[in-house]
């Protein structure tokens, strides 16, 4: 399902760390209830491009629009609590909490701890077991797993996640795209990005090639998975790749 | 997917995204800077610069007049211009210190985060 107005939206972001460019003008827009991928390789630019999203950067050029509202500036708390929701790579969890103590920080959106908790464990049952347990002593997918169940606590509308596979065996990185999958049904609009693209392309409506900043290629995820390989290779000018359903963006 | 699911999954969904628009257009848009610590800091250097030429000003006034009324704006001058440059001051000192600080912070939570892992693998 898409909206006409994309509900997430980037137009012409230029964004860096002090006076190092990282995002060399960046569009990209995301529609209700789809999943754009991200990807790229490491220092593409895919994690900047979260942080603007989320208003932890304020780009130096563009702007950030929500429904065709121009947010740049705004601050990141009142985003979150809006309901725009992210992820981290690292998983963003509090090592020295446990569990539950973990989820309790999703309560911040006026929803009970009870409801919380039981939202959580039903998506994640392993979680219930280990509801004491510390959670910096869980393994790298069950903090994942807290992760995203912190996250959809919060009833987001829109999910931006970072890296979701980093560090994980395949098998734990199946179970979690399904989770993804099931929730990018039930109409979130998610923005995720990747190095490893080979789960994520199975649920994705959109994906994207980041390569220096810039993003080089849009297309259907088939598409992209033939290219990527020529895209990366080509060195992010665009040559070399095809035109199956993909469109290149005109190097700025 | 059922019909029912999904209709079900559709209503949930246009619910939670009416909601999120009426949040969007309830957001303060304050307009932040793309990095408002240089800003601070380049605005409490030139503050300081005004403070100082002020307050040298008023003083070069107040030496070069006898008239009593005329050495009272000189001194407001040299007490407004301190002022100015103590503030000043403050500015470049809070904002280049924060970065600063910052790093400091992250790479504690990092080391932290080292000893920790280092603790749960040595049990």
Redesign the interface.
């Known amino acids: ?1 898409t ?1 006409i107005v994309p ?1 997430l939206e980037l137009r012409g972001v230029r ?1 860096g760390y ?1 006076p190092i460019d990282v995002l060399h003008g960046v569009d990209l827009e995301v529609h ?2 789809q999943v754009y991928a991200l990807l790229g390789p490491n220092g593409a630019g895919k994690s900047t491009t979260l942080a603007v999203a989320s208003a932890q ?4 050029a563009g702007s950030l629009l ?2 065709g ?7 990141v708390d ?2 979150a ?3 725009v929701c992210v992820i981290p790579e690292g998983r963003g969890i509090f ?2 909490l446990s569990v539950a103590e973990n989820l309790r920080m999703a309560t911040f959106t006026g929803v009970s701890f009870a409801d919380v908790q039981e939202k959580a464990f039903a998506q994640f049952p392993r979680l219930g077991e280990r509801r004491r347990q510390i959670a ?2 869980l393994s790298g997918g069950e903090q994942q797993m807290l992760a995203m169940a912190r996250a959809l606590a919060t ?1 987001p ?2 999910l931006l996640i970072d890296e979701l596979s980093m560090g994980l065996a395949p098998i734990i990185v199946e179970e979690l795209y399904e989770h993804v999958g099931r929730v990018a ?4 609009s998610i923005l995720i990005v990747e190095q490893f693209v080979h789960e994520i392309l199975g649920v994705a409506d959109v994906a994207a090639i980041m390569l220096h900043g810039r993003i080089v290629q849009v297309g259907r995820p088939a598409s992209i998975a033939d290219e990527l390989a020529s895209a990366y290779l080509a060195g992010g000018a665009g040559r070399g790749a095809g035109t199956n359903g993909t469109s290149k963006v005109a190097d700025r | ?1 059922s019909d029912v699911t999904a209709t079900g ?2 209503a ?3 619910a ?2 009416a ?3 009426a ?14 610590e ?1 800003t601070g800091a380049k605005g409490g250097v030139a503050l300081m610069a005004i403070g100082v030429a002020l307050a040298v000003i008023g003083l070069l006034l107040g030496l070069t007049s006898d008239n009593g009324n005329d050495n009272t704006d000189a001194i407001t001058l040299s007490v407004t211009g301190t002022g100015l440059g103590i503030v000043g001051s403050a500015l470049w000192l809070r904002n280049s210190l924060t ?1 600063y600080f910052r790093f400091w912070l992250i790479r504690l939570v990092y080391e932290q ?1 080292e000893q ?2 280092r603790i ?1 693998g040595g049990n």
Do not use: C, H
Request: no cysteine; charged share 20%.
């Open positions: 399902m909206s509900v964004a002090g209700a209830g950067i304020v780009p130096s929500l429904f509202r121009d947010v740049t500036g705004v601050s009142a985003l609590r809006a309901g090592p020295n910096g002593t009833n509308a829109v049904r039930e109409g979130l | 997917m999954s559709d949930l969904s246009s939670r995204l909601q999120f628009q949040e969007v257009e309830k957001l303060r848009v304050t307009g932040g800077t793309a990095n408002p240089r970065r985060r920790t892992d749960v």
